[in-house]
């Protein structure tokens, strides 16, 4: 079993939508979780950073982690066209633990 | 802001060439990765530093060798580039004094080995 398990969409959707992106994993050791929004030909940008379970919310964004699910979400409320990227959730156990990345799933936002 | 600089943004090399590319990070993060990201199988990881003169593999190492003689200087080399090393190549960083985990990515080199 993969420890994390990203739907690579595609995903189209229209501007003002709200969007949902998921993913889930295998090993409850894992206590940090990350999006990463990623621009066609650019590196990863973190977006948002989560410890443990509950919601947080910036802006138009809101990541939630369930960990008695193992499922970790992203909200876009208000869809825009620059929204358009691939996003990756990343996890990690702590420590000096590596960052362990999903596969990405490709949104498109169209106007 | 962490600022994250690889010395080419495009490259195109030969069969069996030493390739080398280059990160330089300005924000004195000890730790250092090298992943490739391929359409399908996503962030593979390459290689990882610690620290000046340390490395560790990471999930893929077979074909690639790493150089870290200062802390903000991270280097991939390939030392005979194949084909099947076509790909985009992301350095990123991390602090690990604090209890964050995330990683700062620069902004790639996609090369290509002809």
């Known amino acids: 079993q993969k420890e994390v398990e990203q739907d690579p969409g595609p995903l189209s959707v229209p501007e003002g939508a709200i969007v949902s992106l998921n993913c889930t994993y295998s090993?409850?050791?894992?206590?940090?979780f990350m999006w990463y929004r990623q621009y066609s030909r650019k590196g990863p940008e973190l977006l948002m950073y989560?410890?443990?379970?509950g919601n947080k919310e910036d802006g138009r964004f809101t990541a939630q982690v369930d960990k008695s699910s193992k499922y970790i979400s992203l909200f876009i409320r208000d869809s825009q066209p620059s929204d358009s990227a691939t996003y990756l959730c990343?996890?990690?156990?702590?420590?000096?633990?590596?960052?362990?990345f999903g596969k990405g799933t490709k949104l498109t936002v169209n106007p | 802001d962490v600022k994250v600089t690889q010395s080419s943004r495009y490259l195109v090399k030969r069969t069996g060439e030493k390739v080398f590319l280059e990160c330089v990070q300005d924000?004195?993060?000890?730790?250092m990765f090298w992943y490739r990201q391929d359409p399908g199988l996503g962030l593979r990881l390459i290689y990882f530093?610690?620290?000046?003169?340390?490395?560790e593999k990471g999930d893929i190492p077979e074909g690639y060798s790493v150089s870290r003689e200062k802390k903000e200087r991270f280097s991939l080399i390939l030392e005979s580039a194949s084909t099947n090393q076509t790909s985009m190549y992301l350095c990123?960083?991390?602090?690990?004094?604090?209890?964050?985990?995330?990683?700062?990515f620069g902004p790639g080199t996609r090369l290509t080995v002809t």
């Open positions: 990343a996890i990690s156990r702590g420590g000096s633990e590596k960052l362990v």
């Open positions: 090993n409850s050791a894992f206590q940090y």
């Open positions: 989560t410890y443990s379970s």
């Open positions: 924000m004195d993060h000890e730790n």
């Open positions: 530093s610690y620290d000046v003169k340390m490395k």
């Open positions: 990123a960083t991390r602090d690990s004094t604090g209890f964050s985990y995330e990683q700062y």
